[in-house]
């Protein structure tokens, strides 16, 4: 069975990475159909890493371990971390950590359970909402200052009972993962008509939640695309999704327009304001964290350039959002589908993207794709996720390599790139810059 495998989002640096070469990145001309097919799929993944409130927090979170990890470590006396770094001894005490070490635990059960893709279903035998009780007493145990009742329901989960050529009588977790590569790859299909036959889960897991519980309304894949795009405004997708459809197969409401479902959602479910209140509450955090770790007193040009880059992206989104809330499932609504792409292109741009051979494919995005890296790159540091045989390289070696960047040196970024000052200002290593910028100099990091 073919397998997609062309691409894959990095939702905490909002980069694509591609397994074909892409040598003009503005006409993709020398594309295959299938190519095109896999852009579009990892495109609409960024369109939804800066448009949903699942996906916004879980970017936030990420920058502000990062952040975290930072301070943590310029405050402390120690003068040697070994890595990995144990957080939890590190933030003893600190209700932000506790904070976040709980939005942490909500994103395993709702934004990726970390499932293996399942190549063919059988049949779905059960859909139904569960609670997780071991994540429940964790948190709780951890919990400071928290509503607990609220923590609970934020427990509540969809399982997805099935039967496979491989195992019977197992389960699957519809969660935002789920839902988020079945609205990918339905459109990419309706796109560009794609003959690549994926794993059934996650890429068909909706159409076969709705095939099982509304027959109905899953003859129309635009349907099961809005109510993937509309369920994704919500921080626990998964039940919503789940619940929304019930709702909608218990009135017997069938839309056959996009507006004739907007309308059902905000008369029935939620008034539109509050429906977008999860997303604007997020944003505005998510905001004040990227200028906190993307400082505008930096005098580095990309990381400036980096952080209007950002909030440029986010604010032309929530324009976006605001003014047509399926304005991703107008992709496959539209008369022409290119034309509207180009057009989300034009307002939202195109993140940076890497290829096969670790080239920037869009060259005029080199001066801060870098900066975007900077954050996974940190953390890969300090939670020891590299190569146990070369345990400091930077994860940005290979980039850096390809690329010819000015400030790799093969010697210091594989053994210790935080102490990384060469070229000129505009080009310092960003690892460097930052263990200067959050106080770390004379901070160093070893592996007993």
């Known amino acids: 069975m073919e397998k997609i495998s062309t691409g894959i989002f990095l939702p905490d640096s909002l980069i694509i990475h591609l397994s074909f070469p892409v040598n003009n990145w503005k006409t993709c001309k020398n594309l295959t159909e299938e190519e095109k097919a896999a852009f579009l799929h990892e495109y609409i993944h960024y369109l939804q890493a800066i448009s949903f409130p699942i996906s916004l927090k879980y970017l936030c979170v990420s920058l502000q371990i990062v952040q975290l990890y930072l301070n943590k470590i310029a405050l402390s006396k120690e003068k040697r971390f070994e890595i990995p770094i144990n957080f939890a001894k590190l933030a003893d005490k600190d209700v932000n950590y506790s904070n976040l070490e709980i939005q942490k635990c909500l994103f395993d059960l709702h934004f990726n359970y970390n499932q293996n893709e399942i190549d063919t279903i059988i049949e779905i035998t059960d859909v139904s909402i569960k609670t997780d009780n071991i994540i429940f007493d964790y948190i709780t145990s951890i919990c400071k200052g928290n509503d607990i009742e ?7 989960y969809v399982s997805i009972s099935y039967l496979s050529c491989e195992c019977s009588n197992n389960e699957y977790v519809l969660d935002a993962h789920c839902i988020k590569e079945s609205m990918a790859y339905m459109i990419e299909k309706e796109v560009f008509h794609s003959k690549l036959t994926p794993p059934d889960f996650p890429y068909n ?14 003859k129309k894949t635009w349907r099961i695309v809005a109510l993937c795009e509309i369920s994704l405004l919500f921080l626990n997708p998964g039940v919503w999704f789940y619940q929304i459809l019930i709702k909608m197969r218990d ?5 056959t327009t996009k507006n004739d479902f907007i309308s059902y959602i905000t008369q029935n479910i939620f008034d539109e304001d509050m429906l977008l209140d ?6 505005s955090e998510l905001k004040k964290t990227i200028d906190t770790l993307y400082p505008s007193t930096s005098q580095i040009e990309c990381i400036n350039k980096t952080r209007i880059w950002l909030h440029d992206v986010l604010k032309n989104m929530h324009i976006l ?3 047509d809330l399926l304005c ?3 992709i496959i609504l539209v008369d022409s589908p290119l034309k509207y792409i180009k057009h989300l292109v034009a307002k939202l741009h195109i993140p940076p993207i890497i290829d096969k051979d ?27 996720n590299g190569n146990n045989d070369t345990p400091f390289q930077c994860s940005m070696y290979k980039i850096c390599q390809a690329n010819n960047s000015p400030v790799f040196d093969e010697t210091i970024c594989s053994t210790h790139p935080w102490n990384n000052t060469k070229g000129p200002q505009k080009y310092t290593c960003l690892l460097g810059v930052y263990w200067i910028l959050f106080s770390l100099t004379g901070k160093e990091l070893y592996v007993n």
């Not at 609220?150 to 509540?156: F, R, V």
């Not at 080239?359 to 020891?384: A, H, R, V, W």
């Open 358 to 384: 670790n080239i920037i494919s869009n060259p005029q995005d080199k001066d801060y794709i870098f900066s975007l890296l900077i954050i996974k790159s940190l953390m890969d540091l300090f939670e020891k």
């Open 278 to 283: 999860p997303y604007l509450d997020i944003l």
């Open 150 to 156: 609220s923590l609970q329901k934020n427990m509540e």
């Open 251 to 255: 009135m017997s409401f069938l839309p």
């Open 205 to 218: 897991v909706c159409l076969y939640v709705c095939k099982k519980l509304y027959p109905a309304f899953s």
């Open 328 to 330: 991703i499932t107008n």
């Open 321 to 323: 959002r605001n003014t």
